[in-house]
Structures are given as structure tokens and as C-alpha cells.
């Protein structure tokens, strides 16, 4: 958890300050997709706090669009056709759109779909990233080592 922390900092302040991909959402779509626990929502709120502090916008906005956005993707990770990895795309491509779409309404800004398309693009090599971050580095409560 401590080095997932790390990377959303890390990406917080890339997202700020040089790329226009929302990279934190990114990485939580992702994450939630893989796994549905409690910590996805905390990260998701924290983050969003965090990003709208970097940015300078209304803080706790991001939060709110985070926290729906990780619970939604929470909720169809649990559909019978979630196991399919090619599905994070259309669905990272939805949920970027719309935090843009809601971003451009409250803040008056111009939509940009290209960095919403390169995003979704992009979500396919996260997903994987995440899911190897996750299945060989960090130990399950299930295995018990043995001494």
C-alpha cells in the first residue's frame, strides 16, 4: 500500500503540473477493476482532495467524482463479464470522459477528448502494471509463510 501511495503522488503531481492525463484516475480505475475492497474508496478521496489542491480548483469536487467514479467501477468489476482485461478501455474511456466532462461544466474550461482517447489507450498497459504490482509483490493474507 505504502508504494501504491507513492506512485499516486507521483502521478498527482505529473497530472498537475506536466501531463493533461488524469493518471490518478487512471491508476484507481484500475486498481478498483482488479480489486474491490474499502481502501480503493479511501484512496479515492484523499487523491481527489489532493488533486484538487495541486490544481487549484474547488476542493472536494475530485473527491466526490473519484469516490463514484471507484464505485462504480467497483460494481461492474463484480458483473459476470468483468473477467475480460480488453473491457478496463471502453470503461476507463467512460469514466475519464465524464470526470472531463464534469470538470469543463464547473470550471468553464474546453473539453479536450484527446487526452480523454490517449487515456483510455493508455489504461490497457496500467491494468497490467497494476495487476503485476499486485499479484507477485504483495503478500496475500491467504499465504502463510512458512519458517
Known amino acids: ?3 501504491l501511495v ?3 503522488i507521483i502521478a498527482s503531481f505529473l497530472q498537475t503540473t506536466i501531463l493533461p492525463i488524469d493518471l490518478v484516475l487512471l491508476i484507481l480505475i484500475c486498481r ?5 475492497e ?10 481527489g482532495l489532493f488533486v484538487s489542491y495541486l490544481g ?4 472536494g469536487l475530485q473527491s466526490l ?3 463514484g467514479i471507484v464505485l462504480a467501477t467497483q ?15 471502453p470503461i476507463a474511456l467512460v469514466f475519464l470522459f465524464l470526470n472531463q466532462l464534469i470538470n469543463s461544466y464547473i470550471n468553464h474550461n474546453t473539453l479536450e477528448f484527446y487526452t480523454v482517447l490517449l487515456a483510455a489507450l493508455i489504461s490497457l498497459p496500467a491494468l497490467y502494471l497494476v495487476r503485476l504490482w499486485e499479484e507477485r509483490f504483495i503478500v496475500q493474507r491467504s499465504i502463510k509463510l512458512k519458517f
Open 65 to 67: 467524482i473519484y469516490l
Open 6 to 8: 507513492t506512485i499516486l
Open 56 to 59: 487549484l480548483s474547488n476542493l
Open 75 to 89: 460494481m461492474l468489476s463484480k458483473l459476470q463479464f468483468a473477467g475480460n482485461p480488453l473491457l478496463v478501455m
Open 32 to 36: 478498483a477493476y482488479i480489486k474491490s
Open 38 to 47: 474499502k481502501e480503493n474508496l479511501y484512496l479515492a478521496f484523499v487523491f
Open 1 to 3: 500500500m505504502k508504494t
